[in-house]
């Protein structure tokens, strides 16, 4: 029987209804290690035999990749490829499939609610209270407030109305701007370097590049105080900037959903007294997943379906 391999750490804990497809297709699935990402040794034990996968966001290698004769298809229950080489996939003819939209509304969500917290900077206080300290801390109201939006795609656009809605003023930056996105007259697409000057808030919807996006040079063009809220990958930051622009108070609060390494060790960054943390959950709702799941066994099924039938 054909297999296909479920390494998405979401499914291998708790499984999902959309997965039956794939056996009454006359698919046998496979799941990976319960809750975690599968190492790269376990998917070289296991992919061989496998004509499909469904991944979630684990390290697929060049190495994994040649030793997998019989995969066609990489279908992921999302959108980001970064952590598939896309070189050696193409060159052995393995079709990467995503989600794109899938998750939108629950990470746009996520990063409001980032950004609500940390303005009122709730999360220290709510860790002082329980631990017995009153410590109230002044905050600053988002009405009237500008925002930037770096990356205006599924998830940006999203960002961008909410923020209208809150009465916000939203900057927008894109490297290919679509230009019918035009809801409010509070809204303008801006240069990169507008963005980093006129914003109070800053909020990352864009994927990995060369080197990280916001760096020194942004940092120093950045309002004093401003907030950053970076719910797309650990890797369009630098790091040890955004800790030395926490210690100078250039960056008042930074909010992150996603790490480097996941989980994460605690390191200087995570334990910022100014640093709002979440275990990479912008796409963890219900709703996102279902829709994911369902999306990605579509890829899958359209890919192998009729070699499975055959």
Known sequence: MNKVYIGSRTLTLKGHPALLRLENAGLEVIFGPAGRRP????????????????????????????????????????????????????????????????????????????????????????????????????GIE????????????????RVVKMALGLGMKVLGYDLYPDQSFCPSSDFQYVSLNEIFKLSDIISLHIPPGEKPIIDHKAL??????????????????????????????????YATDVYIKEPPEINVLISHPRTICTPHIGAYTEESINRSVEDAVDNILMVVGKDVKN
Do not use: F, H
């Open 39 to 138: 190492t790269e040794e376990e998917l070289l034990k296991i992919l061989p035999d496998c004509i499909a996968y469904l991944a979630g966001t684990e390290e697929i290698s060049e190495k994994v990749l040649k030793s997998s004769q019989k995969l066609k298809v990489i279908s992921r229950n999302g959108v980001g490829k970064n952590n598939i080489d896309l070189k050696a996939a193409n060159n052995l003819g393995i079709e990467i499939k995503i989600t794109p939209g899938s998750n939108a509304q629950s990470v746009a969500e996520l990063a409001i609610s980032l950004m609500l917290n940390a303005v009122r900077n709730i999360s220290n206080q709510d860790k002082d209270l329980k631990e017995e300290k009153w410590n109230r801390s002044k």
């Open 220 to 253: 120093s063009l950045m309002k004093q105080g401003v907030y950053i809220i970076n719910t797309a990958r650990a890797e369009v930051v630098d790091e040890l900037e955004i800790i030395k622009a926490l210690d100078t108070n250039r960056i008042e609060i």
């Open 142 to 157: 988002i009405e009237g407030k500008t925002l930037g939006v770096l990356g205006c795609g599924n998830i940006g656009k």
